[in-house]
């Protein structure tokens, strides 16, 4: 079995480091469920709203107001080039709105990128009258922290909330970096033409303090850092109080079905045992009997194959004294490897372990996902008769599931045997009892998740679990 090397403390400063980014980048991560109902307060309910106001005022400002004449071609070009995006902008907006106005019957990965396309749209736009209007000393400044705000109320990734307030921040510099250039080149044309008048706030372009622009930058890039933080917060409380819940529900679950496997145990193991004992008498009473004799001792195997039905029942999921825990699951697959494969016995396995970043933990119960990995290595270990690699690969969906695969590199799996592969007491090993996979798949169900295993013949078996992060366990039988 592999070993893990160990990390001299440069390498174990960068992992760290990693691990914190990767903590904070996906911490923020919600279902769809929280992220439609973001978009439907904030998109649907405000933002909409206030841009059919602003697209009425613009328009009237950009194609019906008198107020822009004798303009120089410079600031003519400038001002067509406005109305031509605004056409765009408003079209696109159009589209947007419908698309959110209908996105109880859409994608939510369609109305995510949407959303993604408006917020930096509205940025773009809003920079181009800021470069028209002042620059810098534009009075539209203040309306780049709210488009701040809004995305981080509506944008649920850290890396592309992140990315798409930086990008706000860097259109405001543009736009500011943009209006001394052309408010230059206007004062040049005005007095070589002689016509035209400069626009408001451009007689003294570019006076402004360094001292306040850098505040200003500074202020934008520190207001998307406290949103993200603060949504960090909200989110993880939030989960919190979700996990809290599950874990209450999950606990009366078990409870209930403890005592509902006990109770039907109990009541089903005594009638079975009055019928072994009088099947046994019969049979010793019964000796001239041969065809008599056959069919007491069909009756004695079948209670008997009942009965261990029923123990194995009792401690099949041992649900009155199991308790459920919050679990990471890469220690209790780390944990499932050394029972799999302890150290000193005289397996030549590799274990490869692939562990992926912001992995959900699961609620339940330890015993359950033990068995689901315990049994996925001893069939791995067993396929390839003791000798070969195990590769392991956990990862964390964006559905909020946890994936896990355990891949053996033996000969593989025959496809007529596929189907039956996870029934109840079927197997292909000489000394199986064919109830390891069928626990696999049984624990895996529990809680709300699937099994399903890829093979091509002579090139190994893959196995897959995939269970959700936050379910409600599913008593079944």
């Known amino acids: 079995m592999e070993k893990p090397r160990s990390l001299g403390w440069w390498e174990g400063v960068k992992q760290l480091r990693g691990e914190l980014w990767q903590e904070l980048t996906a911490a923020p991560l919600t279902d769809d469920g929280t992220f439609r109902q973001r978009v439907r307060f904030v998109e649907r309910g405000v933002a909409l709203p206030a841009k059919m106001v602003l697209s009425l005022v613009l328009l009237y400002l950009l194609f019906v107001s008198q107020g822009f004449r004798n303009l120089t071609p410079l600031q003519e070009d400038a001002w067509n080039l406005l109305r031509t995006f605004y056409l765009i902008y408003f079209c696109v907006n159009v589209g947007g709105g ?10 939510p990965r369609l109305v995510e990128r949407v959303v993604y396309i408006l917020a930096l749209l509205d940025s773009v736009f809003l920079s181009g009258l800021t470069a028209l209007t002042g620059g810098f000393t534009s009075i539209l400044y203040w309306l780049f922290p709210g488009l701040i705000l809004r995305n ?15 990008c706000v921040t860097g259109f405001y510099v543009v736009a500011g970096i943009l209006y001394p250039v052309l408010s230059k080149a206007e004062e040049e044309l005005i007095e070589s033409t002689g016509r035209g008048t400069l626009l408001s706030g451009s007689e003294d372009p570019g006076r402004e303090p ?5 505040l200003r930058v500074l202020m934008l890039l520190l207001l998307t850092a406290c949103c993200y933080a603060l949504q960090v917060l909200l989110d993880r409380r939030r989960r919190e109080d979700a996990e809290a819940q599950e874990f209450a529900v999950k606990r009366q679950q078990l409870q209930a079905a403890g005592r509902l496997a006990a109770e039907i145990a ?16 019969l049979q010793k009473t019964v000796k001239e009997g041969k065809t008599i004799t056959q069919q007491i001792s069909i009756i004695r195997e079948e209670v008997m194959r009942s009965d261990r039905i029923l123990t194995e029942l009792m401690g099949y999921a041992q649900l009155a004294e199991g308790k459920v825990e919050r679990l990471v699951v890469t220690e209790e697959m780390d944990r499932a490897v050394e029972t799999a494969f302890p150290r000193g016995t005289a ?9 992926g970043p912001a992995i959900p933990p699961l609620l339940g119960q330890r015993g359950h996902l033990s068995e689901i990995f315990v049994n996925l290595l001893i069939n791995a270990r067993d396929a390839m008769g003791g000798k070969g690699s195990v590769f392991i690969s956990i ?10 695969r355990v891949r053996d590199s033996g000969p593989g799996i025959d496809p007529a045997v596929l189907p039956k592969l996870f029934e109840a007491y079927f197997t292909t090993k000489p000394t199986g009892t ?39 366990m599913r008593l079944r039988r």
């Open 395 to 404: 990862r964390g969906t964006p559905d909020y599931e946890v994936e896990v």
């Open 152 to 166: 981080a109320a509506v944008i649920p990734r850290a890396d592309v909330q992140i990315v798409v307030n930086a």
């Open 98 to 107: 419908i698309v959110i106005w209908g996105m109880d019957d859409l994608s």
């Open 210 to 214: 360094w001292e306040a622009l850098v």
């Open 347 to 355: 397996f030549d396995v590799k274990v490869r372990r692939d562990y």
């Open 434 to 472: 064919g109830l390891g996979l069928a626990i696999v798949k049984h624990n895996a169900e529990l809680y709300g998740g699937f099994v399903r295993v890829e093979s091509v013949l002579g090139s190994g078996a893959t196995f897959i679990v995939t269970l959700p992060a936050r379910s409600v």
């Open 266 to 281: 109990h009541q089903l193991k005594n009638p079975l045992g009055i019928i072994n004992n009088a099947a046994y008498t």
